[in-house]
T-cell receptor, first 118, second 112 residues
Framework: AQSVTQLGSHVSVSEGALVLLRCNYS??????LFWYVQYPNQGLQLLLK??????LVKGINGFEAEFKKSETSFHLTKPSAHMSDAAEYFC????????????????FGQGTILTVHP | ETGVTQSPTHLIKTRGQQVTLRCSSQ?????VSWYQQALGQGPQFIFQ???????GRGNFPPRFSGLQFPNYSSELNVNALELDDSALYLC???????????FGPGTRLTVL
């Protein structure tokens, strides 16, 4: 079984400030971890992913995340927020190749709405 | 390269009716997954189709059913609609064995 907890349903930052969105996961198999962004009335766009290898992963639009197995975390960061970053962000986990018949099934967190103030 | 497309964009139905939502996979992708996203929540996995067969299902009742066609496009059918079925329905395509799913823009279903 897998689950995702996103700490903070709303995060507000000033333009230029650090963005930190928190994600903790639970997985009975080695996890594949993802961050997706959703703009209003749109689908989900992949920001970045961790599958194996380097634990610090870089994504689009200056975002990065670090997989910390000991803390079961995959927090998303961006050094300097931009107005265009305002959106809802979802952390997700899958079991990857170990997922069996549920291979590819993504389990999502509840989402974090990021607001960026000028 | 064509991305994932879904139709219709919006749909309004009444309780008890049936609905069919459609999804066209991204070019080259042979696997389709469907998710339900209720307002204010994260998407929830409904089921996945590969080689025209269901390949994994989430915690949804049998009145949620699907099809995948030889061209890898897919349909989601929901019978006996309930008010709680109101949600954004997302389709995602991938290549079986790949680790990333690509999402369409979704179909917003409202049940009155």
């Amino acid at each position: 079984a897998q689950s995702v907890t996103q700490l903070g349903s709303h995060v507000s930052v000033s333009e230029g400030a650090l963005v930190l969105l928190r994600c903790n996961y639970s997985s009975s198999v080695p996890p594949y971890l993802f961050w997706y962004v959703q703009y209003p009335n749109q689908g989900l766009q992949l920001l970045l992913k961790y599958t194996t290898g380097a634990t610090l992963v870089k994504g689009i639009n200056g975002f990065e995340a670090e997989f910390k197995k000991s803390e079961t975390s995959f927090h998303l960061t961006k050094p300097s927020a931009h107005m265009s970053d305002a959106a809802e962000y979802f952390c997700a986990v899958s079991g990857g190749f170990a997922g069996g018949t549920s291979y590819g099934k993504l389990t999502f967190g509840q989402g974090t709405i990021l607001t960026v103030h000028p | 390269e064509t991305g994932v497309t879904q139709s219709p964009t919006h749909l309004i139905k009444t309780r008890g009716q049936q609905v069919t939502l459609r999804c066209s996979s991204q070019s080259g992708h042979n696997t389709v997954s469907w998710y339900q996203q209720a307002l204010g929540q994260g998407p929830q996995f409904i089921f996945q189709y590969y080689r025209e067969e269901e390949n994994g299902r989430g915690n949804f009742p049998p009145r949620f059913s699907g099809l995948q066609f030889p061209n890898y496009s897919s349909e989601l059918n929901v019978n006996a609609l309930e008010l709680d079925d109101s949600a954004l329905y997302l389709c995602a395509s991938s290549f079986q064995g790949a680790d990333t799913q690509y999402f369409g823009p979704g179909t917003r279903l409202t049940v009155l």
